[in-house]
């Protein structure tokens, strides 16, 4: 299943990136060149292995539900690139065409 | 001033008022700026330093266990008021809110922290040449590059620019560079060090740990930074030993493991001589030494770089432009998100978004994402398997010594294969230690790596303390 420009594009849709034709491009070869070797997995037959997640288990240990402090809401805020008091301010979302 | 070479030496010169932390750090601040062509450091924090070397000194015999030390942290680990940047044009002016738990534990502990280290972006890469801010030289060869991604802490320890460092180990991040450089790196256990305040990369791999010039002084800075923390609910319950007192020295019917798929022979003689030379060692003062097997070793490189890559996309979703970080202008949501994400992130980081993405994506998941998962447990079970016979295993760290700067710049996948014998010791959690083993003809330092069981950082320490010593 080789990538194709259209994956590429498809693929850099989903990340929020965007490239030139020439990078484009390159980004094929390399996915493909990539997965051409990831693909040396499918000589193991895992069909009844466990997919592993996480090593030595899921986090267990929940914690007692108590508010805790938080940091200052400011301090949190101060590397915004654009804020409108305590709230982050970002380009319309709604309604536009 | 005589150099200072270790952290007892700091803490006892300090403690007993022999020598002011003061004038130790005012030193150590000097070399760094003599240094600068190395390329080592990311920011420096000279008057804070100074101050609260000041206030060490006003301590003297009730000063903390790392009284004194002076040490640097990469560029992914969060301090309060200073910057963070993981290298990358994305981060450009952020300043971290809080600090990290390791860096609050350094603190306490009565470590001064002069700066932040280059690196890799996002700790992407094995030769530091993917930072933005420029390459790290290798401290004995500036043509050469000092490994990576933790390269700005192995050449700042290697130089004598500092006593330890901090870096972070995602595939080989800490050992390799290590092992390129001539110097100490310890990996920890998953779980074993909190990684609150260390930017993601893969979380499930990730794990923060030293970078020293003795293996004594890995277990010193280990000693601080282990322990349960509530912040990093991955960070485990374990008790933490005294790391130190396993220093013993003595490896009588300890049992080594030599996996024979990596003792190939493909291995560069040069490094296959200087590990088998240390082998006898041990072998001369009582340790039983056996091949064990680790039959999927071969598919280590391949798994890592769909879970790495699969993990890093989502966690580099964050870098949106929103809330903090480099923001483009943008019409749309969509079109500020787009161009801040495509300016901010270098080559090496938007590739590795891109395989991670695909993998993940309907169609490609259970193909790709889903058998890397099935693959990790194979290794986990290959390792498991091999400690039930052995107590720890030997390996290079590296395929090679210090590679050519550019040398591998243009090829991706011949870049990722440097990572072929530090990986696993990600994917399978278990801790691992890289020593200097010798130079090869041109000079260069020669790793080995020591791997142990999950939480039996002590062993590889002993094991390695023992090899520094002979």
Do not use: W
Request: with cysteine.
């Amino acid at each position: 299943m080789a990538v194709t420009i259209k994956d590429v594009e498809h693929v850099a849709m989903l990340a929020r990136l965007e490239f030139d034709e020439a990078k484009k491009q390159q980004l094929v070869k390399d996915l493909n060149a990539m997965l051409a070797y990831i693909d040396k997995l499918n000589e193991i037959d895992t069909t009844s292995v466990e997919p592993l997640v996480q090593v030595g288990g899921a986090p267990g240990a929940l914690r007692d539900d108590e508010a805790r402090p938080s940091p200052p809401q400011d301090d949190m805020m101060q590397n915004a690139p654009e804020r409108s008091g305590p709230l982050f301010k970002v380009p319309k979302v709604i309604g536009e065409r | 001033m005589a150099v200072i070479r270790d952290i007892h030496t700091h803490r006892s010169l300090v403690r007993s008022g022999t020598a002011s932390c003061e004038t130790i750090t005012r030193g150590f601040l000097d070399s760094i700026r003599e240094h600068e062509s190395l390329n080592a450091f990311r920011a420096l924090f000279p008057e804070e330093s100074l101050g609260r070397a000041r206030a060490i000194d006003a301590k003297r015999s009730t000063a903390g266990a790392l009284a004194g030390v002076v040490l640097a942290t990469k560029d992914n680990i969060c301090r309060k008021g200073k910057p963070t940047g993981c290298c990358s044009k994305i981060l450009e002016g952020y300043v971290s809110p809080y600090d990290a738990t390791v860096v609050r534990r350094l603190e306490e502990a009565d470590a001064v922290l002069v700066g932040t280290t280059n690196m890799d972006e996002f700790a992407m890469g094995s030769s530091t040449e993917n930072s933005a801010y420029g390459t790290t030289r290798h401290p004995l060869d500036a043509q050469r590059v000092p490994g990576g991604s933790s390269g700005g802490s192995a050449a700042a320890v290697a130089a004598g620019l500092v006593t330890a460092a901090l870096g972070s180990d995602t595939g080989g991040s800490i050992r390799q560079p290590a092992s390129f450089c001539g110097v100490v790196g310890l990996k920890p256990t998953y779980g074993r060090v909190s990684r609150y305040g260390l930017v993601a990369f893969a979380s499930s791999l990730d794990q923060i740990g030293p970078l020293t010039r003795t293996v004594r002084d890995a277990a010193e800075i280990l000693q601080v930074i282990a322990g349960h923390d509530p912040s990093d609910a991955t960070s485990s319950r374990e008790a933490v030993p005294a790391y130190v007192d396993a220093l013993t020295r003595d490896v009588k019917g300890l049992r080594v493991g030599l996996p024979k798929e990596y003792f190939t022979t493909a291995l560069d003689k040069g490094i296959a001589d200087a590990i088998m030379s240390r082998v006898e060692f041990l072998r001369a003062r009582g340790a039983v030494v056996r091949d064990v097997s680790l039959p999927h070793a071969e598919y280590s490189v391949a798994t890592y770089y769909v879970i790495s890559t699969a993990e890093a996309s989502s966690n580099l979703a964050r870098f949106d432009g929103a809330r903090y970080g480099r923001r483009s202008d943008g019409t749309t949501l969509a079109e500020m998100y787009t161009r801040s994400r495509s300016e901010g992130f270098g080559n090496e980081v938007k590739r590795r978004i891109m395989l991670g993405t695909y993998v993940l994506s309907a169609g490609y998941y259970d193909a790709y994402y889903r058998k890397a998962q099935k693959m990790r447990r194979l290794i986990v079970n290959d390792f498991e398997n091999a400690f039930r016979e052995v107590d720890c295993i030997l390996t290079p760290t590296t395929p090679t010594t210090a590679f050519a700067v550019g040398e591998k710049a243009g090829d991706p996948l011949t870049m990722y294969l440097s990572d072929v014998f530090t990986v696993s010791a990600n994917l399978a959690g278990i801790p691992g230690l890289s020593i200097p083993c010798g130079k090869d003809a041109k000079g260069l330092p020669i790793g080995l790596q020591i791997l142990g069981k999950r939480f039996d950082e002590s062993t590889i320490l002993r094991t390695g303390d023992f090899l520094e010593s002979v």
